[in-house]
């Protein structure tokens, strides 16, 4: 990059959007007009990319959720000029840091699913496949994430509220989408997404709402303002949050019309695009590759189905179609939590996509008579059954892939959860284990740790090839290499240190173990557990004068939906720990919990690169697979976790003796649940009965009372929707304590601890991204990489 011209270019945009000089603007109004000259740049590279691809299969990856994290180092490392332009601005007397901090962190994504389609969108640009993200330009996000009095409360998330420079509007090309009661535009936002070294640019394209007429003159002039604006404001809902409360049923419809209406646009947007050389559909299929995450986009099956009714294709051709377009991957492992919406609502809100499932459910129906099934088996694969769509049969039926995401997550589907339709259709069913991309975990996140790979590998080939990371581990039983690592470790300890008590205001002890757990809030992840356990080991420091530990840091990260009241109470549980512990001098600062405030992307890059010990103690068959366990490990922290998710992976590859696993497995689950009796267990266990008993006994205020209440009887009473203590907390708890227990042993010889933390490095190589995508690019979209090199040699 010409720094003249980018000068020239700050200058210009600072004078035509803020009417001052570039070194008087604020940091914020800096980071925007940097970016936008930024983009000068990228926006010839990005169309010749497009171009290469032009007439190529290419792949498109529809998602409710992307969670992308700041764009500016990730587009200046991955285009080759990070270091010139932080020279470059230091010249100018300005902190490249400040710029990088004022950019908003969109949370358009609420954890593993968004962040995973980020990670396959890099990859992707990386290895020269041609990917399109499609999803909603939630104007709010999820929501901004605060804390009262150790309560979530929940704010609208303004990510916007300063613009976004790296999106382009193509007015151009919005595309109307027909609801019942209701029609609004899609209107298009593209966003560059840059692999690294430059050479493809792909594009996430996410679809804003907004009236047909966004504008009642008549009403207004009548004095009637609401109405004169309300079909702006009714349109501008459908994308103005992520997951929006959906408890009464005009929640449901907005989530419905979420659905339909990004599905709908980026199929429009499709067909659109493939007419301009096409005639009639019969290439469709073998031009476009569409992968549903999860079942937000289900209905896209039927959707284009209905698009292609309307181009003169048959009802079976077009479904032969949508067939060989579609794949589908499954994110959730048990059946009773796979979604599902009610016939009454798609018959109110999209009347002819359900006429189109109806039809689909009845040629499966004669599919399996035809097969030889009998009546009550078929009820079993009904996509319609009892007042309700299964949109998990729909996504399975209507795909040709369906493919889970860990290796144990596979198994189980094959197994038990989906065993049927596996039976029916054993050929669609496949594996590809979740992976991260490593320019922004580690070479972006961890730089000082990227340079020490780079210079013991002699190359720095591992960016775009983790399995070289394997070749480090020659030196892992090198005593000054570990040494070397450990450095680096505490450097990113002081720099979180540091960050969190400017953030949280809390004081913490970098030679602590920082014992971190950062995920979406959720019962089966366990954060409970982890709490119990805290509060075991204070009261252990309490009681006995005499017990040695480690000093732990707990660091949490987690938001809790906002309709989700106990997620919720948890977090005001281990908020509440954490006033009493941190604020105990008698323990000597043995302990100190934190739980970090809108816990997202930008802060998880501070969190993964500090860690000693990662928490991955989910129950036992419940997380399909994880991704922060992967980043954790990447960056140099051993599990303590479960036989749950890519765990089991994890442990294959660095050694169950480099990890600390412990817990119920998903067999023995299977044979516990008939007899299992936590209250029972309890009684056998004083210390952790005292830990549970603190819920209702006085312990904590008693305005926690009702909440802690209703978390102590899931405990030992359930509810009307399942057992007491669903999750074997309490059967899984000494197992913990006793892992942690080896944690802490382990750490007193920091030397052999950090050598756990350097192997899972060196034997993190399986878990990129990379290697994800290249697995789903040829065994399931079958899509070409097309580089400089080899587009003229495909030509031909």
Not at 235 to 256: C, M
Not at 666 to 683: C, M, R, T
Request: charge should be negative.
């Amino acid at each position: 990059m010409n720094k003249e011209m980018m000068t020239l270019r700050m200058n210009g945009y600072a004078m035509t959007t803020y009417g001052r000089n570039f070194t008087s603007l604020n940091e914020k109004e800096k980071y925007t007009v940097f970016a936008k000259a930024l983009m000068e740049d990228i926006l010839p590279k990005w169309q010749t990319s497009e171009e290469k691809f032009e007439g190529k299969k290419k792949a498109y990856y529809l998602s409710a959720e992307f969670l992308m994290g700041r764009a500016l180092s990730n587009n200046l490392i991955n285009l080759g000029n990070l270091k010139e332009m932080k020279e470059m601005l230091s010249s100018m007397g300005i902190d490249y840091n400040a710029i990088e901090e004022a950019e908003s962190d969109a949370g358009l994504g609420n954890g593993g699913l968004g962040r995973l389609a980020a990670c396959f969108l890099d990859s992707a640009a990386t290895l020269n496949y041609s990917l399109t993200g499609y999803g909603i330009r939630y104007n709010y996000g999820i929501f901004e994430q605060k804390f009262a009095n150790g309560y979530q409360v929940e704010v609208g998330d303004n990510w916007l509220e300063h613009g976004d420079s790296w999106s382009i509007r193509r007015q151009d090309e919005k595309v109307k989408v027909d609801f019942k009661d209701q029609s609004v535009y899609a209107v298009p936002y593209d966003t560059p997404i840059i692999g690294f070294g430059g050479e493809t640019i792909n594009t996430l394209r996410l679809w804003q709402s907004e009236a047909i007429n966004d504008f009642n003159f008549s009403a207004f002039n009548d004095q009637k303002y609401d109405r004169s604006v309300k079909e702006k404001n009714d349109a501008s809902n459908i994308s103005k949050v992520l997951y929006p409360n959906d408890s009464l049923e005009k929640g449901k419809i907005l989530r419905l019309k979420q659905q339909y209406f990004f599905v709908s646009a980026s199929l429009q947007d499709m067909v659109r695009e493939y007419k301009k050389t096409h005639k009639d559909f019969k290439m469709f299929s073998k031009l476009h590759a569409v992968q549903l995450n999860d079942t937000h986009p289900a209905v896209a099956i039927p959707e284009l189905i209905r698009l292609l009714d309307k181009e003169g294709v048959s009802f079976k051709k077009a479904l032969q179609i949508a067939i060989d377009t579609f794949a589908y991957t499954n994110h959730t492992i048990l059946k009773e939590a796979l979604e599902q919406w009610s016939v009454k609502l798609y018959k109110k809100i999209l009347p002819d996509v359900y006429k189109i499932i109806v039809k689909i459910d009845n040629l499966l129906r004669k599919e399996l008579v035809a097969k030889g099934l009998p009546t009550d088996e078929i009820s079993e694969f009904e996509i319609i059954h009892e007042g309700n769509i299964k949109m998990a049969w729909l996504s399975i039926y209507g795909t040709h892939s369906t493919n889970g995401v860990a290796r144990l997550h596979t198994d189980i589907l094959k197994d038990t959860e989906l065993s049927d339709w596996y039976q029916l259709f054993p050929e669609r069913f496949n594996n590809k284990t979740n992976g991260i991309t490593q320019r922004r975990w580690l070479l972006e996140s961890n730089p000082k740790l990227s340079a020490f790979i780079t210079e013991l590998l002699g190359s720095d080939s591992w960016i775009t090839n983790l399995n070289d990371l394997s070749k480090l581990k020659k030196y892992a039983q090198d005593d000054e290499i570990i040494r070397r690592f450990m450095d680096i470790k505490m450097e990113k300890k002081l720099e979180l240190k540091a960050y969190i008590k400017n953030k949280e205001g809390i004081e913490i002890d970098e030679h602590s173990i920082f014992d971190i757990q950062i995920k979406r809030l959720h019962e089966y992840k366990r954060q409970l557990l982890n709490a119990f356990h805290i509060l075991y080991l204070y009261n252990r420091l309490k009681e006995d004068k005499d017990f040695q530990m480690e000093p732990r840091t707990f660091i949490f990260g987690a938001k809790a939906a906002p309709g989700y009241v106990r997620a919720k109470g948890i977090i005001k549980f281990i908020n509440e720990i954490g006033n009493m512990v941190n604020n105990d001098e008698s323990i000597n600062g043995k302990i100190k919990v934190v739980f970090v405030e809108n816990y997202g992307v930008s802060y998880a890059q501070k969190l993964f690169p500090a860690a000693d010990i990662s928490e991955q103690i989910s129950t036992a068959g419940k997380e399909a697979s994880g991704t922060g366990n992967m980043k954790f490990m990447l960056n140099g922290a051993p599990t303590i976790g479960t036989f749950d998710g890519a765990n089991v992976e994890i442990v294959e590859e660095a050694g169950l003796e480099n990890n600390y696993i412990f817990g119920l497995t998903v067999e023995e689950i299977e044979e516990l649940k008939a007899d299992y009796n936590p209250k029972k267990e309890l009684e056998s266990n004083p210390r952790l009965k005292k830990v549970v008993d603190s819920l209702i006994d006085g312990t904590f205020d008693i305005d926690t009372r009702e909440m802690f209440t209703e978390l102590h009887d899931s405990i030992l009473k359930g509810a009307s929707w399942h057992a007491p203590d669903n999750y074997f907390i309490i059967r899984d708890f000494d197992g913990y304590r006793e892992a942690q227990e080896r944690v802490s042993d382990d750490f007193s010889n920091q030397l052999e601890f950090y050598r756990k933390g350097f192997i899972n490095m060196a034997s993190s190589g399986k878990f990129s991204s990379d290697r994800t995508i290249v697995e789903y690019a040829t065994e399931i979209w079958d899509i070409p990489s097309i580089t400089e090199g080899n587009e003229k040699e495909m030509a031909v």
